[in-house]
């Protein structure tokens, strides 16, 4: 494999996974890695480099920043942002590869839209854990850390293909390790969750349920 195929493969795989952390960020790094020649985007990807793109990626950029430093509503953020991260992932990673064979593209998107996914399950997964915290610290901490670990690894993408493939792959084999951990503990704050609720309503109600008996017991030792 070429040099110039390992620049490919390395800038599909960092657009792809660089997406499910903060899409907006990487359609801006992008656009302005392209347009400053830091970087050269292939045909299907220059449209990143127009101002009005820009512009469009920057501004939700921005929305983003502040909307990801919400406690809970971050959560949400994400839960809607898998139908956008995910297939824009799979479309950046196929554009990415330039004009080849379609089935290379479409494996591209593929892999893609799996790079992205994995990703995304990271961030959003650790997020809801991050939330059982009522402190915002640990979350504006995270966030930050998110949105500077896309563009760097993203960067590193592009100029330095075979670290990024490299860090990829320890990436995966971590995440691989790592993600059914993070579900088991969501599973068990989830069922602590619904233990509380349930348990709720009915010490709610037990002293009620306790009133009349204590008023017949009186009673019967009044009567004697």
Not at 172 to 196: E, Q, T
Not at 204 to 215: C, D, L, R, T, V
Request: proline share 6%; charged share 10%; hydrophobic share 55%.
């Amino acid at each position: 494999m070429g040099i110039e195929s390992i620049a490919a493969l390395s800038m599909a795989g960092g657009a792809a996974w660089a997406s499910g952390l903060n899409l907006y960020a990487t359609l801006l790094a992008l656009g302005i890695m392209g347009s400053t020649g830091t970087a050269t985007l292939p045909p299907d990807l220059a449209v990143l480099e127009h101002p009005l793109v820009m512009t469009a990626a920057g501004f939700m950029y921005c929305v983003e920043f502040f909307a990801d430093k919400i406690p809970g509503f971050d959560s949400l953020w994400d839960a809607l942002h898998t139908f956008v991260r995910i297939p824009a992932g799979a479309v950046l990673a196929a554009g990415a590869v330039g004009e080849v064979d379609p089935a290379v593209q479409f494996a591209a998107l593929i892999v893609g839209g799996a790079l992205a996914a994995s990703t995304h399950a990271a961030k959003s997964s650790t997020r809801a854990v991050i939330n059982t915290s009522p402190e915002p610290f640990t979350n504006w901490t995270a966030s930050v850390t998110e949105d500077v670990v896309a563009i760097t690894g993203l960067w590193a993408a592009l100029t330095h293909p075979y670290l990024f493939l490299g860090l990829l792959v320890v990436f995966l084999l971590v995440l691989a390790w790592l993600l059914p951990k993070i579900f088991r503990l969501l599973r068990s704050v989830f069922r602590r969750l619904v233990g509380l609720f349930k348990r709720g309503p009915a010490t709610a109600s037990q002293p009620s349920s306790e009133m009349p008996q204590a008023s017949v017991d009186s009673d019967a030792g009044g009567g004697r």
